[in-house]
């Protein structure tokens, strides 16, 4: 029989900070007479909840069951800016133990409120920390805990925090499905480290266990993911609150048996669910060697690389000492941790604190463990960078200096390369104009052991614009009208944008009458109305068409033009037997030559030229041959010393047209 143990098993850093935080108050307040509570469970583990109770700290749900004077500490969870504030006023002494992972969102959601950003939380909308994160975002954020959630939001600009014990795979699929309807998200992965090992061991110990055991409370919720992660690696998984739910005969028929433990599960209870299982497999309480190992521990030395956890000892402008926990103290230089102008080490760390840090050297030559905080937050920073680039999602950097064939772009701590022709979509010759801007980027290729790192900032831009033109092309139907601008003009017909997708009009589209070009009836940057007349998405091609919007002159002639009407024209053009006289685009009428004048007229052209306007009267409209014949003479009055031009007769050489002949004409 084998038992194994998965690593980040037990009390997270915020649950623990929260407990001596909580013990720390008990011996301030001893004998004081003040009241002490925790706002709400203090952590999802009633063993650790009674023990409290018992030593005086009971469990208040809102500000008011708690009087001036008394103690309030905040559980790691966190609370809504309101509770704050309402503790205030009630006179109740604050003790913050929200763990700092979670008061960073609080800080993050508060930001993006005040710059008017559209928040979205990723989480449990009933779990306490999701209420508290909302709280300080005025309670106006989205909460999605499912893709079917995703993919009820509205597309849009939305900016993202997580709770952070859902697992890294729900952000995958909410943000994926968001992306798919069109949202641009911008995305801050808040789930907790610790978290995301836990779950990572447990899933590793349970794809070879024979059995496993969920050691902790059923309210915890990382424990209950926990068990689900479990459950599906291995069928024979128990979930445990204590050793009185321990299956014993159930454990015994199996040969290797995992054990893991939530975030809120005391070490204690570990232990002894352990040692109960190891008694009734082997009939025998564990041997001291069976305990040794914490003691192994504090004689080993972390290695160079390795991130360690320690309790601040001492502070100064210098330096910090840390008590890791093993034979050595850790040394935090003030050259390793990221400071602000003017702001010194006492103002960061305090005695008691727990702290986080790489080892840089295993001997600062002083007989202590140099550690280095900065080179912590560029492992967080590179573990980003690598996120974005596996999840395809989105990071800001600042442009910091040119170099041959590209820039150096910052994310944070570290720096990366941006090619010339991926800082836009357009051809950059030189980058002097990006200097200093913060650029949004695609992370196109990671090498952290070579400390590289390449960005584009044409990928999001391309990227913004095919999701425009997706969205365009699901809204545009074959006989919509749409409004759109003059672009450009080409020799058959003019290009329109309509909304960021470029439409052929062409020339023949253009007027019911006949154009030798464009810019006869079109400006750039006219703003025009046009019918969409065919489309094909996989060509990109778009055909307009403007006189489509109008009504073809010839269907509703009559509703226009009436025989005897007295009409304003444009000469358009000039025959031997007549002119041809446009009364609107498409519409054209015939004055023959002897309706030019009163007086007999042997040459056209000695009367009209082409573009007069001239009055006419409409002696016939034939719409079945769609023919107009007009009279210019007759809305004139005739000359008191002439005879009238009709009593004479044309010259044989002026002879009228056929129907066929008048269209043919118009049409050159």
């Given at each position: 029989m084998e038992i194994i143990r998965a690593e980040n098993s037990g009390f997270c850093f915020g649950v623990r900070r929260a407990i001596e935080k909580t013990e720390e108050q008990i011996k301030l307040s001893k004998g004081s007479g003040r009241k002490i509570y925790t706002c709400g469970p203090l952590i999802h583990n009633r063993l650790v909840t009674d023990g409290l109770k018992r030593r005086g700290v009971d469990i208040a749900e809102k500000p008011e069951d708690m009087k001036p004077g008394d103690i309030a500490i905040i559980r790691s969870h966190g609370e809504t800016r309101a509770f704050f504030d309402a503790l205030?006023?009630?006179?109740?002494?604050?003790?913050?133990?929200?763990?700092?992972?979670?008061?960073?969102?609080?800080?993050?959601?508060?930001?993006?409120?005040?710059?008017?950003?559209?928040?979205?939380?990723?989480?449990?909308?009933?779990?306490?920390?999701?209420?508290?994160?909302?709280?300080?975002?005025?309670?106006?954020?989205?909460?999605?805990?499912?893709?079917?959630?995703?993919?009820?939001?509205?597309?849009g600009k939305y900016f993202i925090v997580c709770q952070t014990t859902i697992r890294r795979?729900?952000?995958?699929?909410?943000?994926?499905?968001?992306?798919?309807?069109?949202?641009?998200?911008?995305?801050?992965?808040?789930?907790?480290?610790?978290?995301?090992?836990?779950?990572?061991?447990?899933?590793?110990?349970?794809?070879?266990?024979?059995?496993?055991?969920?050691?902790?409370?059923?309210?915890?919720?990382?424990?209950?993911?926990?068990?689900?992660?479990?459950?599906?690696?291995?069928?024979?998984?128990?979930?445990?609150?204590?050793?009185?739910?321990?299956?014993?005969?159930?454990?015994?028929?199996?040969?290797?048996?995992?054990?893991?433990?939530?975030?809120?599960?005391?070490?204690?209870?570990?232990k002894e669910v352990?040692?109960?299982?190891?008694?009734?497999?082997?009939?025998?309480?564990?041997?001291?060697?069976?305990?040794?190992?914490?003691?192994?521990?504090?004689?080993?030395?972390?290695?160079?690389?390795?991130?360690?956890?320690?309790?601040?000892?001492?502070?100064?402008?210098?330096?910090?000492?840390?008590?890791?926990?093993?034979?050595?103290?850790?040394?935090?230089p003030a050259s390793e941790v990221t400071l602000e102008e003017g702001q010194k080490l006492t103002d960061l760390?305090?005695?008691?604190?727990?702290?986080?840090?790489?080892?840089?050297?295993?001997?600062?030559?002083?007989?202590?463990?140099?550690?280095?905080k900065k080179k912590l937050e560029i492992n967080e920073h590179w573990n980003e960078i690598s996120d974005a680039l596996e999840n395809k999602s989105t990071i800001s950097v600042k442009v910091i200096r040119p170099v041959n064939g590209g820039v150096i772009a910052a994310y944070k701590e570290v720096s990366g390369f941006m090619p010339l022709s991926q800082l836009s979509d357009r051809y950059v010759e030189n980058a002097d104009e990006f200097i200093g801007q913060t650029l949004d980027v695609k992370v196109t290729r990671v090498d952290q052991r070579r400390n590289r790192a390449v960005f584009s900032h044409k990928a999001v831009i391309n990227e913004i614009k095919q999701k425009q033109i997706a969205e365009i092309w699901a809204h545009?139907?074959?006989?919509?009208?749409?409004?759109?601008?003059?672009?450009?003009?080409?020799?058959?017909?003019?290009f329109v944008d309509i909304g960021g997708i470029d439409g052929l009009l062409h020339i023949s589209e253009i007027s019911w009458g006949k154009l030798r070009h464009p810019q006869e009836v079109l400006k750039i940057g006219q703003k025009i109305n046009v019918k969409i007349l065919s489309m094909n998405e996989e060509k990109g091609k778009i055909s307009l068409g403007l006189k489509q919007t109008t009504p073809e002159p010839w269907s509703v002639i009559n509703d226009n033009y009436q025989v005897g009407q007295i009409v304003t024209g444009k000469v358009v053009q000039i025959k031997e037997y007549g002119a041809f006289v446009e009364l609107e685009p498409g519409l054209d009428g015939l004055v023959h030559i002897s309706e030019v004048a009163h007086k007999r007229?042997?040459?056209?052209?000695?009367?009209?030229?082409?573009?007069?306007?001239?009055?006419?009267?409409?002696?016939e409209i034939d719409t079945e041959r769609k023919r107009i014949s007009l009279s210019i003479k007759e809305a004139m009055d005739a000359p008191a010393d002439e005879e009238p031009a009709a009593e004479e007769a044309a010259p044989e050489t002026a002879e009228e047209p056929a129907a066929e002949e008048t269209a043919e004409a118009v049409e050159e």
């Open positions: 205030k006023e009630a006179g109740v002494e604050t003790v913050d133990a929200t763990c700092p992972f979670v008061g960073k969102i609080h800080r993050l959601v508060a930001e993006a409120e005040e710059q008017g950003k559209s928040i979205v939380i990723i989480g449990d909308r009933n779990h306490p920390e999701v209420i508290g994160i909302n709280g300080w975002c005025g309670n106006k954020a989205r909460i999605v805990g499912s893709r079917e959630e995703a993919a009820e939001l509205e597309p795979s729900l952000l995958g699929d909410v943000t994926e499905i968001m992306i798919e309807r069109g949202s641009e998200p911008e995305i801050k992965n808040t789930i907790c480290s610790a978290t995301s090992e836990r779950q990572k061991s447990c899933e590793e110990l349970a794809k070879t266990a024979d059995a496993m055991i969920i050691i902790g409370d059923r309210k915890s919720s990382n424990t209950c993911k926990l068990y689900d992660i479990s459950k599906k690696h291995c069928k024979n998984t128990f979930f445990v609150e204590n050793i009185g739910d321990l299956p014993l005969k159930e454990i015994q028929k199996y040969n290797k048996i995992g054990v893991a433990a939530g975030a809120s599960t005391p070490e204690c209870v570990i352990i040692a109960d299982m190891s008694e009734a497999i082997t009939n025998e309480k564990l041997s001291m060697e069976d305990f040794m190992d914490e003691i192994d521990a504090s004689l080993r030395l972390p290695r160079t690389g390795e991130i360690v956890d320690g309790k601040v000892h001492q502070v100064n402008d210098k330096e910090v000492i840390i008590n890791l926990g093993c034979k050595k103290d850790g040394i935090l760390f305090k005695e008691g604190d727990e702290i986080q840090a790489k080892v840089v050297k295993t001997d600062d030559g002083d007989g202590g463990i140099l550690l280095s545009l139907n074959v006989g919509d009208i749409v409004e759109g601008t003059v672009m450009r003009f080409t020799d058959y017909g003019a007229v042997t040459n056209i052209a000695d009367e009209l030229t082409v573009g007069q306007e001239v009055n006419a009267k409409i002696l």
